[in-house]
Each structure stands twice: as C-alpha cells, then as structure tokens.
C-alpha cells in the first residue's frame, strides 16, 4: 500500500515570498489533515478536510494560509506572503473518516516537507 | 483546555534494559489515546492507541502502553529496549467531549536514545 505523498521535500524561500505544498493521501481515506511542527514542539492541526469539505480550520492563519482540495483527493496547502515564523515542516496525514467509532481511526503520515524561510 | 505533556525532553537507556517514556493529558471528555514514533527526516508512525477496553495495551515492534484514568497518565513502556528504537516519541490525545471534537493533541515529544 502506498503511503501519502509530499512534495516539495525541502524549499528555502526569503520572507515575503509565495510558497505551496502538496500532498497526495493514502487511497481510499476520506480525511486529509495538514500540520505545522516547529523544531522542539509537536505537530500542531492547520487544517482538516473530509473529502472536498473543510471540517476544522481555525487554528490556520487565514490571512497568509490557505489550502484547497478540491476533487477529495489531493491538496495544496499555501503560503502568501511568508514570515520568519513560518519556518517549520508541514506534515500531512490522512485517514478513514473518523465519523461514530472511527475518531479511533490512526493517521498516516507523510514525509513533511521542511520550509526554511530566510 | 485540552493539553499533552510529555515532562521528559530526553530518555537514555541501555540496550537491554525496560524503557518508559511518560505521557499525561488533560481533556474534558474520554481521551482517545495515541503513541507515534518519529525517526530523523521521516514523518510520524503509528505505533499504538487506547480507545476502550484493557488499559494495557500492545502495539508496533513490541511496544505498550498502559492507560490509568485516576493519574490522567498513558506512558509508553517495552521491557527490552534496541538501539533501533532511537527515535523521537510523540503522545497525543484525542478530546472525545470537546468542542474540538476528532483534533488531535500533541505533546512536545521525547527523544529517546539506547545506547550499546
């Protein structure tokens, strides 16, 4: 079975740049996740999809972030313009749609990918 | 609120030895428990999870984890540790009565290193 897919796996970009993320989640998982994980702490949610539809969102910074997924399959996570603090590895997971007893349900994780802006 | 602590940034064990990594929560509701496991440059793994049922439970590459309600507590223990179990562990959590339903919490992770 094949995992979920990142891309770019590193990007150096200066502040005030533009800068996109994609992720491609395991066949079949309806619920697709993007975090942020700074160095030291643990992953933090931005945003949570089921399929085409955002479920949670509101610990993404609206102003600079966004992220689509448009057919409910793959998704693009967005930063425009990008501050210092951004830096960190974006991670994406998916998972079975966690609806009754699937909130048990794991996530799968991708390899992230690991901004560093200048 | 809901909140994970890990309270050790760093555990050291010789190869051979038990392990424990600790892990306690804070959440409003039933916790839905998790450990995953996060090796240099690679994403996070699954290695166990608490739902229900016995607070001991069993789970990836002879980890196990043992839930207790009364010291809000779900630390990760295996009796004889391999260098290969080197690895930043990660506990979260899982508010079942929150208004944040189906997030899922973070601690800030432990670093673990076995030494030869």
């Known amino acids: 079975e094949a995992g979920v897919a990142q891309s770019p796996r590193y990007k150096i970009i200066e502040k005030r740049q533009s800068v996109a993320f994609w992720c491609n989640p395991i066949?079949?998982?309806?619920?697709l996740y993007w975090y942020q994980q700074i160095l030291g702490q643990g992953p933090k949610l931005l945003i949570q999809?089921?399929?085409?539809?955002?479920?949670?969102d509101s610990q993404l910074p609206k102003d600079r972030f966004s992220a689509e997924r448009l057919k409910g399959v793959d998704s693009t996570l967005k930063i425009q313009p990008a501050k210092l603090e951004d830096s960190a590895v974006y991670l994406c997971?998916?998972?079975?749609?966690?609806?009754?007893?699937?909130?048990?349900?794991?996530?799968?994780f991708g390899p992230g990918t690991r901004l560093t802006v200048l | 609120a809901q909140s994970v602590a890990q309270p050790e940034d760093q555990v050291n064990v010789a190869e051979g030895n038990p392990l424990t990594v600790k892990c306690t929560y804070s959440?409003?509701?039933?916790?839905?428990l998790f450990w995953y496991v996060q090796y240099p440059n690679r994403g996070l793994q699954f290695l166990l999870k608490y739902i229900t049922g016995d607070n001991l439970v069993k789970g990836s590459y002879g980890f196990e984890a043992e839930f207790n309600k009364s010291q809000t507590s779900f630390h990760l223990k295996k009796p004889s540790a391999l260098v290969s179990d080197s690895a930043l562990y990660f506990c979260?959590?899982?508010?079942?009565?929150?208004?944040?339903?189906?997030?899922?919490?973070f601690g800030r992770g432990t670093q673990l290193t076995v030494w030869p």
């Open positions: 959440v409003s509701g039933n916790p839905y």
């Open positions: 999809f089921q399929n085409n539809g955002v479920v949670d």
């Open positions: 997971a998916s998972s079975l749609a966690p609806r009754g007893s699937g909130f048990g349900n794991e996530q799968f």
């Open positions: 066949s079949g998982h309806a619920t």
């Open positions: 979260a959590v899982r508010d079942m009565g929150g208004s944040t339903l189906g997030r899922l919490y």
